[in-house]
């Protein structure tokens, strides 16, 4: 049996969580041998473009505008390919962009979140109606934690029996080597912020209360790795509560990521609502103290067992970063649980867990 792997993001996304996730499972098949192939037929995704191109149906641009006719030529290519492949099994790794109706195959489908259902006025298309089709046509479907599977059930009620819930792992930068000069020295201790920051992701809460804390602010730096460049909003932002020259941006690799997670005093991830958090654990991993929003998945992956905040309260969290970044015993405490912690969550228990339910 073939297996086929569609992600729509890799047309979308250089880097993300979502394109991760499949990277990692693709990269233990390769180890496994398993017989797969990769559907991208336009992609500019940096993590398969390490992926032998044997693997791949799609041709790699390191740019390209997002713009209809291109949108439009990569889904005529999908449904072609996909079409044309009889008796396979197709793993959407991603919400597909277009319906499948005319697929025979199996197919088994990854919900990340519920991001879309829980903020649909934050965006402006028929997602919705859009994945209630898609998931009616899917033989099974794959959510990354129980509280997502919790919301898909509410959403669109449906069978407890058609949802599997397989962990993300979160062990991907630990083999990773650093040489000699590539570990970031900052002349400024630094708290860590990784990803995008708009909207459900609550940055500007901790911001606003970095900025309020004297003790924080004159002694820590801010970081801000990956999520694209500040936008104009962001920079205005920065200049009315004066931290513009606190808190800058980085753009990297998975190598200088490392090291900024090694280096860091604090990571910190303050959202409203997400499906996972693998940077929470990518942090814990490496020896990275971290400080979460007290919401359901976190408390569902950490098992309680690590340092949150109220993410609607300035003062909670000021008092949170304050008792990790001065007090040295609390952090190696929390170091030592998040260790044991990020352990559990491997690629190969996730890529197992996934091989079962193919067959």
């Given at each position: 049996?073939?297996?086929?792997?569609?992600?729509?993001?890799?047309?979308?996304?250089?880097?993300?969580?979502?394109?991760?996730y499949s990277v990692n499972l693709i990269e233990k098949m390769i180890n496994n041998k398993l017989n797969f192939q990769i559907c991208a037929p336009i992609y500019k995704n940096k993590y398969i473009k390490k992926i032998e191109k044997k693997y791949i149906f799609g041709f790699h641009f390191s740019?390209?505008?997002?713009?209809?006719?291109?949108?439009?030529?990569?889904?005529?290519?999908?449904?072609?390919?996909?079409?044309?492949?009889?008796?396979?099994?197709?793993?959407?790794?991603?919400?597909?962009?277009?319906?499948?109706?005319?697929?025979?195959?199996?197919?088994?489908?990854?919900?990340?979140?519920?991001?879309?259902?829980?903020?649909?006025?934050?965006?402006?298309?028929?997602?919705?109606?859009?994945?209630?089709?898609?998931?009616?046509?899917?033989?099974?479907?794959?959510?990354?934690?129980?509280?997502?599977?919790?919301?898909?059930?509410?959403?669109?009620?449906?069978?407890?029996?058609?949802?599997?819930?397989?962990?993300?792992?979160?062990?991907?930068?630990?083999?990773?080597?650093?040489?000699?000069?590539?570990?970031?020295?900052?002349?400024?201790?630094?708290?860590?912020?990784?990803?995008?920051?708009?909207?459900?992701?609550?940055?500007?809460?901790?911001?606003?209360?970095?900025?309020?804390?004297?003790?924080?602010?004159?002694?820590?730096?801010?970081?801000?790795?990956?999520?694209?460049?500040?936008?104009?909003?962001?920079?205005?932002?920065?200049?009315?509560?004066?931290?513009?020259?606190?808190?800058?941006?980085?753009?990297?690799?998975?190598?200088?990521?490392?090291?900024?997670?090694?280096?860091?005093?604090?990571?910190?991830?303050?959202?409203?609502?997400?499906?996972?958090?693998?940077?929470?654990?990518?942090?814990?991993?490496?020896?990275?103290?971290?400080?979460?929003?007290?919401?359901?998945?976190?408390?569902?992956?950490?098992?309680?067992?690590?340092?949150?905040?109220?993410?609607?309260?300035?003062?909670?969290?000021?008092?949170?970063?304050?008792?990790?970044?001065?007090?040295?015993?609390?952090?190696?405490?929390?170091?030592?649980?998040?260790?044991?912690?990020?352990?559990?969550?491997?690629?190969?228990?996730?890529?197992?867990?996934?091989?079962?339910?193919?067959?």
């Open positions: 049996m073939q297996v086929i792997l569609h992600n729509s993001q890799f047309f979308h996304q250089r880097y993300g969580g979502v394109t991760r740019k390209y505008p997002n713009i209809f006719i291109l949108r439009y030529l990569n889904k005529i290519l999908v449904n072609y390919y996909l079409k044309g492949k009889d008796k396979e099994l197709i793993h959407f790794m991603y919400d597909p962009e277009h319906s499948q109706k005319n697929i025979s195959q199996k197919k088994i489908i990854t919900i990340h979140d519920t991001i879309h259902e829980r903020y649909e006025r934050s965006y402006n298309n028929n997602f919705y109606s859009r994945r209630k089709e898609i998931l009616k046509q899917m033989d099974k479907i794959i959510c990354v934690s129980n509280n997502t599977k919790k919301d898909l059930i509410e959403y669109y009620d449906i069978e407890n029996s058609k949802i599997s819930v397989i962990y993300n792992g979160a062990d991907h930068l630990n083999t990773l080597l650093l040489k000699d000069g590539e570990d970031i020295k900052n002349s400024k201790p630094y708290i860590l912020y990784v990803g995008s920051r708009g909207k459900y992701k609550n940055f500007r809460l901790f911001i606003e209360s970095y900025k309020k804390s004297k003790k924080i602010f004159n002694n820590f730096n801010v970081i801000c790795f990956g999520g694209g460049s500040f936008s104009k909003d962001e920079i205005d932002f920065f200049k009315r509560l004066n931290v513009l020259k606190n808190v800058s941006l980085v753009l990297g690799d998975d190598l200088m990521l490392k090291s900024y997670y090694k280096n860091a005093s604090l990571f910190i991830y303050p959202s409203l609502y997400e499906g996972f958090g693998i940077s929470i654990l990518e942090a814990m991993n490496l020896g990275c103290p971290t400080l979460v929003s007290n919401i359901p998945v976190f408390r569902e992956i950490l098992e309680n067992k690590t340092s949150f905040f109220d993410p609607k309260s300035h003062e909670d969290l000021i008092f949170s970063m304050e008792k990790i970044l001065f007090d040295n015993e609390n952090k190696i405490n929390l170091i030592s649980i998040g260790n044991k912690i990020a352990k559990k969550y491997t690629w190969s228990k996730c890529y197992d867990e996934t091989i079962n339910l193919y067959s």
